[in-house]
């Protein structure tokens, strides 16, 4: 006669014993829990009829908006499981997918101006994107807090959340409270970004991970003007005399400025990666530059210049100017309708803040006429976005520096000055300290082509709430941040080209 001889169970195992590959409970004699896996099958499975349903009669009835919202909802609904689930994970993926967010945006290329329906933006999937974001990233820093006692920081960390807070206090006191709230908002989602991400940063192959990251969300947005163009459906808008490509962005210049920075770090990691590495960013720098003059966004343009010229300079690299030099000459032959875009900087007219025109000299006469609107509040401001409210010509301020000062007042200009010098600070530490020939080298060298190109850009343009950019931006500056304070691993790995030391 056998005995069954039962083992004592190990202190704190669950009876069940719920692994941690799904975290459901598993009974005592190996088979799942049929009928609970049952009932969740049928009621994604009904979830999904009923959104699939939804989505058939709006499309039925031309309703876009019918179609995407529920889609939006849906796939919200699982992100959001990711992100309490598997946080790492969710912060790569938005970083992946983002560019193409914008490919169903309802609220159209006019969202955020004087004559547009604010409301209407509130239902853009971005929107939620930025929201559940917001709510995931908070509930995720404080499980963090309370699990460390501390979260890495920076000195960049505290300007930029000083930029944030200065917005926040600002649109509490605006005229406008709504508009002026939903531009804190995306404002924050940026700040929120670098504070995550400087979180997400501890070691040389999580900084892998967040640029590989980056890239895929280059190589999506690529290809998707790739297709769409090679079925007749070219991506782009019309501004003036022009036909400027927009990607899976809403606006051509929003395209321009994500290239800008993506162009600028890849062309500084290049010579770091391996051979198959370096092949497939080599197409799609090449693309990019390409869909970077096709966009006619000149201060992209400019700016893309002016950060690889710096990486040029950093990487001591002749090479790398000429080339630069052959591209610009060969776009501007090739492309003569970006030749005619600088071209216009040397018309004797205004545009009055049209598409086409010289926009400079208009700029040069905005900015004079919206310095006035800080003397009603010059400690807070007017409030984030409320320029466009306050003037008869309903733009924004296309001066960053200047709409920091008029829109949140002295205290958040002095937070949007040290948060530039700090951008600069950063970059130039994290040059001292990467390893020479490594990978940390070209983050630093990428990062800070990346700084000198967004603070030139920003003083012609808007640039400090657009969220696509600039959470691709803040990403090469949590990674250049933990670089600077000693938290990337330091082994140095093989370069074609020789190290090169920064003083």
């Known amino acids: 006669m056998t005995t069954t001889r039962h083992e004592p169970r190990p202190a704190g195992r669950a009876p069940d014993d719920a692994m941690a590959s799904g975290g459901s409970a598993v009974p005592n004699d190996g088979r799942p829990a049929r009928p609970a896996g049952r009932l969740l099958s049928l009621l994604a499975a009904v979830a999904a009829a009923a959104v699939a349903v939804a989505a058939g009669l709006a499309l039925a009835a031309g309703d876009r908006r019918g179609v995407v919202l529920p889609l939006a909802l849906t796939a919200g609904v699982a992100v959001g499981v990711l992100a309490m689930t598997r946080f790492s994970g969710y912060v790569i993926l938005m970083l992946a997918v983002r560019p193409l967010l914008d490919v169903v945006k309802l609220s159209g290329p006019t969202a955020g101006r004087a004559d547009t329906e604010q409301a209407s933006r509130l239902t853009d999937p971005s929107t939620m994107v930025a929201v559940l974001f917001l709510l995931a990233a908070g509930l995720w820093l404080a ?105 899976p962005f809403s606006q051509s210049t ?57 990486v040029a300079v950093l990487h001591r690299s002749g ?3 000429a080339t630069l030099l052959v591209v610009a000459v060969a776009g501007v032959s090739l492309l003569p309708s970006v030749g005619d875009r600088f071209a216009q900087l040397a018309q004797d007219r205004p ?94 060298v990428g990062f800070a082509g990346c700084a000198v190109s967004f603070i030139a850009v920003s003083l012609g343009s808007n640039v400090i709430s657009n969220v696509v950019t600039l959470w691709y931006f803040v990403a090469f500056a949590a990674a250049a941040s933990a670089i600077a304070h000693g938290r990337a691993a330091t082994a140095p790995v093989a370069a074609p080209a020789p190290p090169v030391r920064y003083e």
């Open 143 to 247: 499980a963090q807090l309370r699990r460390r006692g501390r979260l890495h920081g920076s000195p960049l960390g505290w300007a930029m959340l000083l930029v944030g807070a200065t917005a926040l206090v600002s649109a509490v006191g605006a005229h406008r409270p709504t508009p002026s709230l939903l531009e804190a908002l995306r404002i924050m989602t940026v700040v929120v970004m670098f504070v995550v991400l400087e979180q997400l940063m501890p070691d040389r192959a999580a900084i892998r991970r967040i640029l590989i990251a980056c890239y895929a969300s280059l190589a999506l947005a690529l290809l998707y003007t790739v297709l769409t163009s090679a079925f007749g459906q070219v991506p782009s808008e019309v501004k003036g005399e022009f036909i400027r490509v927009s990607g």
């Open 254 to 310: 929003t395209f321009g400025r994500y290239l800008m920075f993506l162009v600028i770090f890849g062309f500084a990691i290049y010579r770091f990666l391996a051979r198959r590495a370096q092949l497939a960013l080599g197409v799609l720098l090449g693309l990019s530059l390409v869909f970077l003059m096709l966009t006619n966004t000149r201060s992209a343009i400019l700016g893309a210049a002016l950060g690889l010229i710096v």
């Open 319 to 321: 090479r790398m100017l």
């Open 351 to 444: 545009t009055g803040g049209g598409p086409t025109g010289n926009t400079l000299q208009w700029r040069v006469g905005y900015w004079a006429e919206i310095i006035p609107l800080a003397n009603r509040n010059p400690v807070t401001g007017i409030g984030p976005n409320m320029t466009q409210h306050e003037t008869p010509q309903a733009k924004k301020p296309h001066n960053d520096l200047l709409r920091a000062y008029v829109e949140t007042g002295l205290a958040g200009l002095l937070a949007y000055l040290a948060m530039l010098l700090l951008l600069l600070h950063t970059a130039r530490t994290a040059l001292r300290r990467a390893p020479p020939g490594s990978l940390e080298q070209g983050v630093a």
